[in-house]
C-alpha cells in the first residue's frame, strides 16, 4: 500500500487549497479513504472519510461546510476540498487507509 499526499502549502485566512493523495499497492475503488489532520501539539483527528464507491461521506463537525471529500476510482486518488480556510486548519494532513499512512502535506493558513 501506498498513499502520497500533495497539495499543501501556505494560504491566507479564507483561502482555498485542494489536497490529493495518490494511491497505489489495493483494490482502491473498493476503499474507504480518510482524511486525518494533526496540529502542532495535538493529536491526530478524523476530518473526513468516503466509502469504496463514493456512496456515503462523514466530517468532522467543525469543518462541515466548508470541506468536501471525493474521490476518483479511475485516477486511484482522493481529494479534500477545502474552502474558507482559518488558521485553526493549520495542521499536517494525512491520508489514511486500513491503518496505512501517507508521508502527510503541510497546510499553514496564515496572513
Known amino acids: 500500500v501506498r498513499l502520497v499526499e500533495s497539495g499543501g502549502g501556505l494560504v491566507q485566512p479564507g483561502g482555498s487549497l485542494t489536497l490529493s493523495c495518490a494511491a497505489s499497492?489495493?483494490?482502491?475503488?473498493?476503499?474507504?479513504m480518510s482524511w486525518y489532520r494533526q496540529a502542532p501539539g495535538k493529536g491526530r483527528e478524523l476530518v473526513a472519510r468516503i466509502t469504496g464507491f463514493g456512496v456515503t461521506a462523514d466530517y468532522l463537525d467543525s469543518i462541515k461546510g466548508r470541506f468536501t471529500i471525493s474521490r476518483d476510482n479511475g485516477k486511484n486518488t482522493v481529494y479534500l476540498q477545502m474552502n474558507n480556510l482559518k488558521p485553526e486548519d493549520t495542521a499536517v494532513y494525512y491520508c489514511n487507509t486500513a491503518g496505512h499512512w501517507g508521508q502527510g502535506t503541510q497546510v499553514t493558513v496564515s496572513s
Open positions: 499497492g489495493f483494490t482502491f475503488s473498493r476503499a474507504h
